[in-house]
């Protein structure tokens, strides 16, 4: 079974996980910055309200994004993502919040756990990893966003946790993708960043390469892996893309490769 596909769905490109579809389970997808009708530089399927795009576009972007794998774009769920650990779960009362406008986003929160069908869940990136979490033995699906600082903070572990409190699933039962984001062959991290990750994990250097002084290539894709087989999920459900948003510049956006000012991808799974 292939990590990932490539698929077009009215004329719009995603990244889909076979491991994730085989289950009939969820509706999924991952957005590229294709299919949309964004100026430069946020063309052309800008899907965030906040890196000073036309409001109009964006929203109209959001709506091909979501119909395009058949979720209903006023439903969709969003928290305002500020790379931290805060994991929430959404209910059918949370529908909509952070659809058409930031100020309404869950605030705080970069993890978004639910069990209800029907209720979309969205995350937004470029350059971050996106986590899709599902088990569906107990049919729940969570979406993590984890940048340096949220891996750190093993915001995907975190994630896994809330979901076996709260909804009584087993860690082995649940499946993991980790989709596109930023490679270790275009991501350069300094001494603080390393220091940060030393704290965390007792096997840094299993994703990391020196490159210079004081200067390192740091692998998140492996590092949330790594993560979430701590957090009990066998290796072999736990999948990874492997495709830097960097170098397929073309494909999706990258705030490093374009120098920060550029368009957001968005991660979306609904429980069917």
């Not at 899907?47 to 964006?58: E, F, T």
């Not at 959001?62 to 979720?71: F, H, Q």
């Not at 705080?108 to 470029?126: E, I, K, N, Q």
């Not at 892996?225 to 495709?243: H, Q, S």
Request: charged share 20%; with cysteine.
């Amino acid at each position: 079974m292939n990590a990932y596909e490539l698929r077009t769905f009215n004329g719009l490109k995603f990244v889909t996980f076979p491991l994730f579809s085989a289950t009939g389970t969820v509706k999924h997808g991952f957005s590229t910055r294709m299919g949309g009708i964004s100026s430069v530089p946020y063309d052309s399927l800008n899907l965030g309200l906040h890196v000073g795009d036309n409001y109009k576009h964006v929203i109209a972007n959001r709506a091909r994004a979501a119909k395009a794998l058949r979720i209903t774009p006023e439903r969709m769920v969003a928290g305002s993502q500020v790379h931290g650990d805060k994991v929430h779960i959404v209910t059918g009362s949370h529908l909509g919040y952070g659809a058409k406008s930031d100020t309404d986003a869950l605030p705080g929160v970069d993890a978004l756990v639910t069990h209800r069908p029907g209720v979309p869940l969205a995350s937004f990136y470029a350059d971050c990893v996106p986590v899709f979490i599902l088990d569906p033995v107990r049919k729940v699906a969570a979406l993590a966003h984890a940048g340096w600082k949220g891996t750190v903070l093993r915001i995907a572990e975190k994630t896994v946790e809330v979901m076996t409190a709260t909804f009584n699933c087993n860690p082995r039962d649940c499946l993991a993708a980790i989709g596109p984001c930023i490679g270790q062959c275009c991501y350069e991290v300094d001494a603080k960043v390393i220091n940060e990750l030393k704290n965390a994990f007792n096997y840094w250097q299993g994703f990391t390469e020196k490159s210079g002084k004081e200067r390192w290539k740091l692998n998140l894709g492996a590092a949330n892996k790594a993560v979430l087989v701590d957090a009990g999920l066998k290796p072999v459900n736990v999948i990874n893309a492997n495709l830097c948003t960097a170098c397929y510049e073309n494909l999706f956006f990258s705030y490093r490769a374009a120098g920060g000012t550029t368009g957001r991808m968005g991660a979306m799974m609904e429980l069917i």
